[in-house]
């Protein structure tokens, strides 16, 4: 079994690491470049830094605290938020990331998973996607009735819309539904030249009641390029359960880090003793 890998995430707001449930309700957990520096001592085999607000304004500021974390973290680390071009990207790896994750802005113009794949190699290109189970028109289902009034017979035609639930990939830092489905757009980004998935379910996401296993099974067994699953951690076993049941070659999770819930080395040696093969 190839090595998985325990990724923190820290979501940024304002200069500031912040955690919520279900994309809301944020709260602050710290210092984004002390906790990054903190989490590679611990062991953490990579880290994510998610600029959840970013705009164009801030992009310098940004572009400053990737400086600044690879000035203290000696391990890979990803950078997303707000990057939607090749100059973006060419800014945050030259300020010392590793990798850099890209959401809304693939989803509004797919060819710039080609562009970047093209210069600066799938190796550094994740493409994150956040889904969530909503309901959508399956199909619609016509009875016609027979009715008797004071004119006689009469054909009376009804329309029954059904429901089916289906993942549905969200951008704009989860807000916003869009047509794609999570299946066939994460086999397209793997097409396009994309290294990674970054697969986030909403439902899950800051509950702590366990990953999407069956949603990150089946993503994981369509692509052939890792899949770090994302949202829902709470307990050691949902690690164990999301690698296994799951397939995910990586667990991601937020605040039970940030809040010292679970730590780092324990987890891994946790996980190691169940069989996962780690690097300790």
Known sequence: MLTKRII?????????????????????????????????????????????????DNRKTLVELVRNVARHVNIPFTVGGGISSVADVSALLNAGADKISINSSAVRRPELIDELALQ???????????????????????????????????RVSTHEIRLTTEHVVHTHGGRKPTELRTLPWAKEAQERGAGEILLTSMDADGTKAGFALELTAAVSGQLSIPVIASGGAGLMEHFHEVFTTGKADAG?????????EIGIQPLKMYLQEKGVTMRL
Do not use: M, W
């Open 120 to 154: 600066f190699g799938s190796q550094c290109i994740i493409v994150a996607i956040d889904t969530r189970e909503i309901s959508v028109p399956s199909d619609v289902v016509s009875h016609q009735e027979t009715t008797t009034s004071r004119f006689g017979n009469e």
């Open 252 to 260: 991601l999770a937020a605040s039970i880090f940030h809040f010292r």
């Open 8 to 56: 923190p995430c820290l979501d940024i707001k304002d200069g500031r690491t912040v955690k919520g449930t279900n994309f809301v309700n944020l709260r602050d957990a710290g210092d984004p470049v002390e906790l990054g520096a903190l989490y590679a001592e611990q062991g953490a085999d990579e880290l994510v830094f998610l600029d959840i607000t970013a705009t164009v």
